[in-house]
């Protein structure tokens, strides 16, 4: 494991590869403690009382934490909801976690939340609207967050800047990190042809604290075919080599493998985060032209 | 290049998608290529039918079993589009939907089915209620007899009172086997009040009497010990009122406050 003095401010996660721990490998985790240098779990899962935050809380010890939001919907014209706000920065305080992050997209609307990571546009308001909720977002919680790119299926005609642009104009106004999703950037670029290795050269000198790798579908629809991420099986070939070349360009980073549907055996999991982590250990370190983080 | 939509218009405009399947103005601000507006914004309405469809399912795995895997998705679908959840914590998702079962006329074979719903939505409630500091013997002791009739309190978080004409819990824990045997089961109506709570670790359903009902009912809203018994009815013998504050001791069913 590295040190983490290399990675933004939004992240305190080791430089290691870690899992999502879903309820399936609860029991597995507080009977037998698997080894895994740290896990993130979705924070919407752990704002009851119940047994959930209790195996939380007995995890703090053992390994770091990345709290992984699904539902703060930073994306909202209608602002954030203060309760659920509220709710999410008691449990900061609570399990101290070494990361805290939510989605470029949005869920809620007048009430209504609709449980998918909803696409935004990429212009002007929208930025706005996002870089107001992410500032409330990091002042309710006192720290720096981290915002993860989306897999969309769609483009709005009326976005008038490119994804990375986009990101990196909301990271430089919020002071935000980015969690770079690999699949989300393959998906994304093969359902909208733009090119993943210029994404990822285009984020090479954004605050990333993270990276994500997991499974994603081929659907058909008609005689043509659309990649939808479904976190349902192992790791693309093609997605291990664009982590690959994002390692290249971005060195070393925190790297999470997530799968939260037909979810496998716990072995499968952690023979995915190995090889993740056999591929973070050779690594060369972040280039010396990158921008160092305070 | 269109004039595009603000943001507040197109995040309403997917909630007329979304709910009602009305596409015409969120189909004009998105670009289509090898597919159409349409073929693109179904992918997210199939995520979000599917999507929340699971998690009913995850809360209500029994009312799944008895409703059977189809009849409930169908159900669960109708529910999600006239009932999305208010919150993103999906284990709080499923309050209405046993009302909502109650209302579809083709169940009536199953008459227990809403109950078991509320049962399931009561479990999961109780496993998921916010900590409290519950009153217990040691808490009562130290509270001067004379001071205790007078003693604020409400019931815990963790409590759920189900009053309820069908033996659900019964058929909940025959569920739980990998081949329930549901031969001996008899599920003629018996009314009875169901206790569900959370007290340690271990969730709790209990059968509770009259008495007791009506004492914790009291205790919904913030209340007295002395009010409380009061709910019991005028003739509460000392000894009745006994065993029911025992009862809500032993399982810390009631707070301060």
């Given at each position: 494991m590295l040190?983490?003095?290399r990675?933004?401010?939004?992240s305190?996660?080791?430089?290691?590869?870690?899992?999502?721990l879903?309820?399936?490998?609860h029991?597995?985790?507080?009977?037998e403690?698997?080894h895994?240098?740290w896990i993130?779990v979705?924070?919407e899962?752990?704002?009851?009382?119940?047994?959930?935050l209790?195996?939380?809380?007995s995890?703090r010890g053992?390994?770091?934490i990345?709290?992984?939001?699904?539902?703060?919907?930073?994306?909202?014209?209608?602002?954030l909801?203060?309760?659920?706000l509220?709710?999410?920065?008691?449990?900061?305080?609570?399990?101290?976690p070494?990361?805290?992050?939510?989605?470029?997209?949005?869920s809620?609307?007048?009430?209504?939340?609709?449980n998918d990571?909803?696409?935004i546009p990429?212009?002007?308001?929208?930025?706005s609207?996002m870089?107001?909720n992410v500032?409330q977002?990091?002042?309710a919680l006192?720290?720096?967050v981290?915002?993860?790119?989306?897999?969309?299926?769609?483009?709005?005609?009326?976005?008038?800047r490119a994804?990375?642009?986009?990101?990196?104009?909301l990271?430089?106004?919020?002071?935000?990190?980015?969690?770079l999703?690999v699949?989300n950037?393959?998906?994304?670029?093969?359902?909208h042809?733009?090119d993943?290795?210029g994404?990822l050269?285009a984020?090479?000198?954004?605050?990333?604290g993270?990276?994500?790798?997991?499974?994603?579908?081929?659907r058909?629809i008609g005689n043509?075919?659309?990649?939808?991420?479904d976190?349902?099986s192992?790791?693309?070939?093609?997605?291990?080599?664009?982590?690959?070349r994002?390692l290249?360009?971005?060195?070393?980073?925190?790297t999470?493998?997530?799968w939260?549907s037909?979810i496998p055996?716990?072995?499968?999991?952690?023979?995915?985060?190995?090889?993740?982590?056999?591929?973070?250990?050779?690594?060369?370190?972040?280039r010396?032209?990158a921008?160092?983080?305070a | 290049?269109?004039?595009?939509?603000?943001l507040a218009?197109?995040?309403?405009?997917?909630?007329?998608?979304?709910?009602?399947?009305?596409?015409d103005?969120?189909?004009e601000?998105i670009?289509?290529d090898?597919?159409d507006a349409?073929e693109?914004?179904r992918?997210?309405?199939?995520?979000?039918?599917i999507?929340?469809g699971?998690?009913?399912?995850?809360?209500f795995p029994v009312t799944m079993?008895?409703?059977?895997?189809?009849?409930?998705a169908?159900a669960?679908?109708?529910?999600?589009?006239?009932?999305?959840?208010a919150r993103?914590?999906?284990?709080?998702?499923?309050?209405g939907?046993?009302?909502f079962?109650?209302?579809?006329?083709?169940?009536a074979?199953l008459p227990?089915?809403?109950e078991m719903?509320?049962?399931?939505?009561?479990?999961?409630?109780?496993f998921?209620?916010p900590?409290?500091?519950l009153l217990?013997e040691?808490?009562i002791?130290?509270?001067?007899?004379?001071?205790?009739a007078?003693?604020p309190?409400?019931?815990?978080a963790h409590?759920h009172?189900?009053?309820?004409r069908?033996?659900?819990?019964?058929?909940?824990?025959?569920?739980?086997a990998?081949?329930p045997?549901?031969a001996?089961l008899?599920?003629?109506?018996?009314?009875?009040?169901?206790?569900?709570?959370?007290?340690?670790?271990?969730?709790?359903?209990?059968?509770?009497?009259?008495?007791?009902l009506?004492?914790l009912?009291?205790?919904?809203?913030p209340?007295?010990l002395?009010?409380?018994?009061e709910?019991?009815g005028s003739?509460m013998?000392p000894e009745?009122?006994?065993?029911v504050?025992?009862?809500?001791?032993q399982?810390g069913?009631?707070?301060?406050g």
């Amino acid at each position: 494991m590295l040190e983490d003095s290399r990675l933004p401010s939004c992240s305190h996660l080791p430089i290691a590869a870690g899992i999502g721990l879903r309820a399936p490998h609860h029991a597995q985790f507080a009977a037998e403690r698997p080894h895994v240098a740290w896990i993130e779990v979705h924070t919407e899962n752990f704002l009851g009382g119940g047994a959930a935050l209790d195996l939380l809380e007995s995890l703090r010890g053992d390994y770091a934490i990345s709290l992984h939001g699904v539902g703060l919907s930073l994306g909202s014209a209608d602002g954030l909801d203060s309760a659920h706000l509220d709710r999410i920065a008691a449990l900061v305080r609570r399990i101290a976690p070494a990361a805290v992050s939510d989605h470029v997209s949005w869920s809620v609307t007048s009430g209504a939340y609709f449980n998918d990571l909803l696409p935004i546009p990429y212009d002007e308001e929208a930025l706005s609207v996002m870089a107001a909720n992410v500032q409330q977002f990091q002042e309710a919680l006192g720290r720096a967050v981290m915002v993860e790119n989306p897999s969309t299926y769609l483009r709005y005609r009326h976005s008038d800047r490119a994804e990375p642009q986009f990101l990196a104009e909301l990271c430089a106004r919020t002071g935000c990190g980015l969690l770079l999703d690999v699949n989300n950037v393959f998906v994304s670029a093969m359902n909208h042809e733009f090119d993943a290795i210029g994404y990822l050269e285009a984020v090479a000198e954004l605050p990333v604290g993270e990276l994500h790798l997991s499974g994603h579908h081929l659907r058909s629809i008609g005689n043509r075919s659309i990649r939808i991420d479904d976190h349902g099986s192992p790791v693309s070939e093609d997605v291990w080599s664009l982590y690959d070349r994002a390692l290249g360009l971005l060195g070393p980073l925190p790297t999470l493998i997530e799968w939260d549907s037909r979810i496998p055996d716990l072995d499968i999991l952690l023979a995915e985060s190995a090889k993740a982590g056999a591929k973070l250990a050779l690594a060369p370190p972040r280039r010396a032209t990158a921008k160092a983080f305070a | 290049m269109s004039a595009g939509m603000g943001l507040a218009a197109l995040q309403q405009a997917y909630r007329d998608y979304l709910l009602e399947g009305r596409s015409d103005s969120l189909a004009e601000v998105i670009v289509a290529d090898a597919f159409d507006a349409e073929e693109r914004l179904r992918i997210y309405r199939n995520n979000f039918l599917i999507g929340l469809g699971e998690a009913l399912k995850a809360n209500f795995p029994v009312t799944m079993r008895l409703l059977g895997e189809d009849f409930f998705a169908q159900a669960a679908r109708a529910f999600v589009l006239q009932a999305p959840p208010a919150r993103p914590c999906l284990f709080e998702y499923g309050e209405g939907f046993a009302e909502f079962l109650e209302t579809l006329s083709d169940l009536a074979a199953l008459p227990y089915v809403a109950e078991m719903a509320r049962f399931e939505f009561a479990r999961i409630g109780a496993f998921h209620a916010p900590v409290e500091t519950l009153l217990g013997e040691a808490e009562i002791a130290r509270v001067p007899p004379e001071a205790l009739a007078d003693l604020p309190m409400r019931l815990a978080a963790h409590v759920h009172l189900l009053e309820l004409r069908y033996p659900v819990e019964v058929l909940w824990q025959a569920h739980q086997a990998a081949e329930p045997d549901l031969a001996a089961l008899d599920m003629a109506p018996r009314p009875h009040a169901l206790l569900v709570c959370r007290p340690q670790r271990a969730l709790v359903a209990q059968e509770i009497g009259p008495d007791s009902l009506a004492f914790l009912a009291a205790a919904r809203q913030p209340t007295t010990l002395a009010q409380a018994a009061e709910a019991c009815g005028s003739e509460m013998d000392p000894e009745r009122l006994g065993r029911v504050i025992g009862l809500a001791l032993q399982h810390g069913l009631l707070v301060s406050g």
